[in-house]
């Protein structure tokens, strides 16, 4: 698994960078300006002919030529639909699978990660005709029927109908209320831990809808505290389970639309939860059905009329079942196979399955994982997948046989390949990447051939070579332990090989997750670059318990999450401060979420390596954490008290020796600023000292107006004072920023890439 690192003269002759001197990288041409941001294409919305696309413009929808990229028509323009009252602009849209019809949203707000309620209006094509799908409030996740003729949403926790001939609405539950029953959207620990909002799905026919009924009664509730400006705080209360305390009561429901009643989905008793819930055909429900402990799983099919189960695949792990495993099936249109994925064999693999359950064959086999499945071109018997087999810090696209023969690789550039597939999968997108060179997007046909390229970003590489960025150069060590671990390393500019540099270590850390790959780094590769021009060798080193190595590599910390990762990285310093161009005494480490839980351990069980970390909504007592996630990797506190006690920084306070700055918002819904003031509690009870910068009202991801640059003004400051022995200025420009439509924009962008707990 040893991987040979370019040098930095090779790196930089491929960037095509020369010596020439190069400008300065500051916190606001990062953080305010947003000077260094790659252009993206988003996601692309398939018409069902397989050539065209469509895109929201100017507020406009807009169907281009895949192969192309000329612009066909406009598909839906606000200002030009007769009767449009429409305020403001349009958020999303979905066609209907017949594509005469446009569910049309507007006035968005975001609730937690992926929640948010809005208007949604109907947009008939053919009668060029707009219609406020309800007028007594927003709604929650409004979805076509196959058929396009009625649309399902969410409104206070009740599921609601519309029929689009009639102009009918229909309250099909009415128990819905705030802080109790939810019915057709998830509870808060569901939406974070097991990724997904909308709780309510159509049968193939439109006559069945299957969705999930929310009983948070016994679970307790967690209160915020939002300051506004007013004389008395907002108080926000939520239900929050935490490890070892009450879920909420998770049913299925199967709503007939023709007997216009509920039939509740028999699925035995036990404290369990419901991952997914998917149809199978119109006359087959297929419901996940998972213990508490998630290291049980059964396919159920449940029939839709009577709610009665019956088993189709039942699968135990020793450690758990991953929760990246859930997605990936497909039942076939031939009513007689599935596809679905396992890690049964140690690696994260494709099987083809019959409807009763036995194994036909496993599609991909090989010490390597498939890291994303992107679904199957039945006509053709081909499957297409992404994997780890070139290296596991390197991504390539595949396909294969049915039959798991004649594999072809679709897109084999060393880096980061992903790829996405038109409907009738004649085309595809490839985006590719490295840790040295921002995405290109390339247009494919079936044959693998090149057509067009998208975005090639130039403008950014350009910057690039304006202002001398430094190589990104990967490196693996041996531990002490024997394990070979795979990082990467920014020198300093100017770098000599003489010269003693401080260190500073960037990790995340967190089970299955990779940090150490050769992906473009997004926003903090220039933090990184600006550290290394002001004298730093910036590194990150991804632990035991980390992604891309298979089953035994990534859930080895199972029931003790922290122990293996804190040995590692401190081994990763101990490594790095032997290099002769580097300080042994002057090395910190970062990290934010798991990453900032990584770092508080660092620093208190590694006191003798680390002279200054910073942790950014860390946990620091994981009895404090919710259930799913939790418990997944530690069961409860009860059963695992040792491994509770063992690796949370709050018991570790004594230790501290360097210099420790903590950092939460206090509207974090996800890990509680909870976490950070027992953190402080416990280090004023050790007399310690320390730093801590707290913001109002922020979320997990500390974003909103001035508040990044003030947050990396903070660390940047508090880096230099700890590692360079005087503190010195920041660099800042006092130009004006940009207009403030593009700061709008870019909170969008933060909202969608808000850092979390559970995964990167």
Same mark, same amino acid.
């Given at each position: 698994?040893?991987?040979?690192?370019?040098?930095?003269?090779?790196?930089?002759?491929?960037?095509?960078?020369?010596?020439?001197?190069?400008?300065?990288?500051?916190?606001?041409?990062?953080?305010?300006?947003?000077?260094?941001?790659?252009?993206?294409?988003?996601?692309?919305?398939?018409?069902?002919?397989?050539?065209?696309?469509?895109?929201?413009?100017?507020?406009?929808?807009?169907?281009?030529?895949?192969?192309?990229?000329?612009?066909?028509?406009?598909?839906?323009?606000?200002?030009?639909?007769?009767?449009?009252?429409?305020?403001?602009?349009?958020?999303?849209?979905?066609?209907?699978?017949?594509?005469?019809?446009?569910?049309?949203?507007?006035?968005?707000?975001?609730?937690?990660?992926?929640?948010?309620?809005?208007?949604?209006?109907?947009?008939?094509?053919?009668?060029?005709?707009?219609?406020?799908?309800?007028?007594?409030?927003?709604?929650?996740?409004?979805?076509?029927?196959?058929?396009?003729?009625?649309?399902?949403?969410?409104?206070?926790?009740?599921?609601?109908?519309?029929?689009?001939?009639?102009? #009918?609405?229909?309250?099909?539950? +009415?128990?819905?209320?705030?802080?109790?029953?939810?019915?057709?959207?998830?509870?808060?620990?569901?939406?974070?831990?097991?990724?997904?909002?909308?709780?309510?799905?159509?049968?193939?026919?439109?006559?069945?809808?299957?969705?999930?009924?929310?009983?948070?009664?016994?679970? #307790?509730?967690?209160?915020? +505290?939002?300051?506004?400006?007013?004389?008395?705080?907002?108080?926000?209360?939520?239900?929050?389970?935490?490890?070892?305390?009450?879920?909420?009561?998770?049913?299925?429901?199967?709503?007939?639309?023709?007997?216009?009643?509920?039939?509740?989905?028999?699925?035995?008793?036990?404290?369990?939860?419901?991952?997914?819930?998917?149809?199978?055909?119109?006359?087959?429900?297929?419901?996940?059905?998972?213990?508490?402990?998630?290291?049980?799983?059964?396919?159920?099919?449940?029939?839709?009329?009577?709610?009665?189960?019956?088993?189709?695949?039942?699968?135990?792990?020793?450690?758990?079942?991953?929760?990246?495993?859930?997605?990936?099936?497909?039942?076939?249109?031939?009513?007689?196979?599935?596809?679905?994925?396992?890690?049964?064999?140690?690696?994260?693999?494709?099987?083809?399955?019959?409807?009763?359950?036995?194994?036909?064959?496993?599609?991909?086999?090989?010490?390597?994982?498939?890291?994303?499945?992107?679904?199957?071109?039945?006509?053709?018997?081909?499957?297409?997948?992404?994997?780890?087999?070139?290296?596991?810090?390197?991504?390539?696209?595949?396909?294969?046989?049915?039959?798991?023969?004649?594999?072809?690789?679709?897109?084999?550039?060393?880096?980061?390949?992903?790829?996405?597939?038109?409907?009738?999968?004649?085309?595809?997108?490839?985006?590719?990447?490295?840790?040295?060179?921002?995405?290109?997007?390339?247009?494919?046909?079936?044959?693998?051939?090149?057509?067009?390229?998208?975005?090639?970003?130039?403008?950014?590489?350009?910057?690039?070579?304006?202002?001398?960025?430094?190589?990104?150069?990967?490196?693996?060590?041996? +531990?002490?332990?024997?394990?070979?671990?795979?990082?990467?390393?920014?020198?300093?500019?100017?770098?000599?090989?003489?010269?003693?540099?401080?260190?500073?270590?960037?990790?995340?850390?967190?089970?299955?997750?990779?940090?150490?790959?050769?992906?473009?780094?997004?926003?903090?590769?220039?933090?990184?670059?600006?550290?290394?021009?002001?004298?730093?060798?910036?590194?990150?080193?991804?632990?035991?318990?980390?992604?891309?190595?298979?089953?035994?590599?990534?859930?080895?910390?199972?029931?003790?999450?922290?122990?293996?990762?804190?040995?590692?990285?401190?081994?990763?310093?101990?490594?790095?401060?032997?290099?002769?161009?580097?300080?042994?005494?002057?090395?910190?480490?970062?990290?934010?979420?798991?990453?900032?839980?990584?770092?508080?351990?660092?620093?208190?069980?590694?006191?003798?390596?680390?002279?200054?970390?910073?942790?950014?909504?860390?946990?620091?007592?994981?009895?404090?954490?919710?259930?799913?996630?939790?418990?997944?990797?530690?069961?409860?506190?009860?059963?695992?008290?040792?491994?509770?006690?063992?690796?949370?920084?709050?018991?570790?306070?004594?230790?501290?020796?360097?210099?420790?700055?903590?950092?939460?918002?206090?509207?974090?819904?996800?890990?509680?600023?909870?976490?950070?003031?027992?953190?402080?509690?416990?280090?004023?009870?050790?007399?310690?000292?320390?730093?801590?910068?707290?913001?109002?009202?922020?979320?997990?991801?500390?974003?909103?107006?001035?508040?990044?640059?003030?947050?990396?003004?903070?660390?940047?400051?508090?880096?230099?004072?700890?590692?360079?022995?005087?503190?010195?200025?920041?660099?800042?420009?006092?130009?004006?920023?940009?207009?403030?439509?593009?700061?709008?924009?870019?909170?969008?962008?933060?909202?969608?890439?808000?850092?979390?707990?559970? #995964?990167?």
């Amino acid at each position: 698994m040893k991987r040979i690192a370019l040098t930095a003269l090779a790196i930089i002759s491929i960037l095509g960078l020369g010596y020439t001197q190069s400008q300065d990288i500051t916190l606001e041409a990062i953080w305010k300006k947003y000077e260094f941001v790659p252009r993206s294409v988003p996601g692309f919305n398939f018409l069902k002919d397989g050539k065209h696309y469509t895109r929201l413009e100017d507020n406009k929808v807009q169907q281009y030529d895949f192969t192309t990229g000329a612009l066909v028509t406009t598909i839906f323009d606000p200002a030009t639909v007769e009767g449009n009252d429409i305020s403001g602009k349009v958020d999303g849209y979905t066609f209907s699978e017949d594509e005469t019809k446009i569910l049309i949203e507007t006035e968005s707000e975001p609730i937690y990660r992926r929640s948010s309620r809005a208007n949604f209006y109907v947009y008939d094509r053919s009668s060029q005709s707009l219609a406020a799908l309800f007028p007594d409030g927003k709604q929650q996740y409004a979805t076509f029927n196959p058929q396009g003729s009625r649309v399902a949403f969410v409104h206070e926790n009740n599921l609601y109908l519309k029929d689009l001939s009639s102009g #009918k609405v229909s309250q099909l539950t +009415t128990d819905g209320e705030k802080n109790k029953v939810i019915n057709g959207a998830t509870d808060w620990v569901y939406e974070e831990e097991l990724s997904f909002a909308k709780a309510f799905f159509w049968s193939p026919d439109g006559e069945n809808i299957a969705y999930y009924r929310f009983d948070e009664s016994e679970v #307790k509730e967690f209160t915020m +505290t939002n300051y506004y400006d007013e004389l008395y705080p907002e108080y926000v209360t939520f239900k929050y389970p935490k490890v070892g305390e009450a879920n909420s009561q998770v049913d299925i429901y199967v709503h007939n639309l023709r007997g216009g009643k509920a039939v509740k989905v028999g699925l035995g008793g036990g404290d369990i939860y419901i991952p997914r819930v998917k149809w199978a055909n119109e006359e087959r429900l297929c419901v996940y059905r998972l213990n508490r402990h998630q290291n049980e799983l059964e396919l159920l099919l449940a029939n839709p009329l009577s709610g009665k189960t019956e088993q189709l695949l039942y699968e135990k792990n020793k450690y758990y079942i991953a929760e990246e495993l859930y997605d990936d099936l497909v039942f076939l249109e031939d009513g007689k196979h599935f596809i679905w994925a396992s890690e049964k064999d140690g690696w994260k693999h494709l099987y083809l399955y019959n409807m009763k359950g036995k194994e036909v064959r496993q599609i991909t086999k090989g010490g390597w994982e498939v890291d994303a499945f992107y679904g199957v071109d039945e006509k053709n018997d081909r499957v297409y997948y992404q994997s780890t087999e070139r290296s596991p810090l390197e991504r390539q696209v595949y396909s294969i046989g049915l039959d798991g023969k004649d594999k072809q690789v679709l897109a084999g550039a060393s880096g980061w390949n992903s790829a996405q597939f038109s409907s009738t999968y004649d085309y595809y997108v490839v985006t590719h990447s490295t840790a040295n060179a921002p995405a290109v997007y390339t247009v494919y046909d079936r044959k693998g051939k090149p057509l067009r390229v998208i975005e090639e970003n130039m403008e950014l590489k350009k910057k690039m070579q304006e202002y001398g960025v430094q190589p990104v150069e990967f490196f693996s060590f041996e +531990t002490g332990d024997g394990v070979e671990l795979n990082g990467w390393m920014i020198k300093p500019r100017d770098f000599k090989e003489n010269r003693q540099y401080p260190v500073f270590i960037t990790q995340y850390g967190g089970p299955g997750s990779q940090e150490a790959i050769d992906h473009w780094m997004g926003f903090d590769y220039w933090w990184y670059q600006m550290l290394a021009q002001q004298g730093y060798v910036v590194a990150c080193v991804d632990p035991r318990g980390t992604g891309g190595r298979g089953e035994e590599f990534k859930k080895m910390t199972y029931m003790k999450l922290g122990h293996y990762e804190t040995i590692d990285l401190i081994e990763a310093a101990r490594y790095l401060g032997k290099q002769k161009y580097t300080d042994a005494n002057r090395i910190g480490i970062f990290g934010w979420s798991y990453g900032g839980y990584m770092s508080s351990l660092c620093i208190l069980k590694g006191n003798d390596v680390f002279k200054a970390a910073i942790a950014v909504a860390p946990v620091t007592n994981w009895k404090w954490y919710d259930t799913i996630y939790t418990e997944r990797f530690m069961r409860t506190h009860e059963e695992n008290e040792d491994g509770y006690r063992d690796n949370s920084p709050v018991y570790f306070a004594d230790r501290l020796k360097g210099s420790f700055l903590l950092i939460h918002g206090m509207g974090d819904d996800n890990v509680h600023f909870q976490h950070t003031a027992e953190m402080a509690n416990a280090l004023i009870a050790a007399n310690k000292q320390f730093e801590t910068y707290f913001y109002p009202n922020r979320n997990h991801g500390i974003y909103g107006g001035n508040t990044r640059l003030h947050l990396y003004s903070k660390m940047t400051g508090f880096l230099n004072e700890k590692l360079k022995g005087g503190e010195e200025e920041v660099k800042t420009e006092n130009q004006a920023p940009k207009p403030e439509k593009k700061a709008e924009k870019m909170e969008r962008v933060m909202r969608k890439k808000v850092p979390s707990a559970v #995964k990167e």
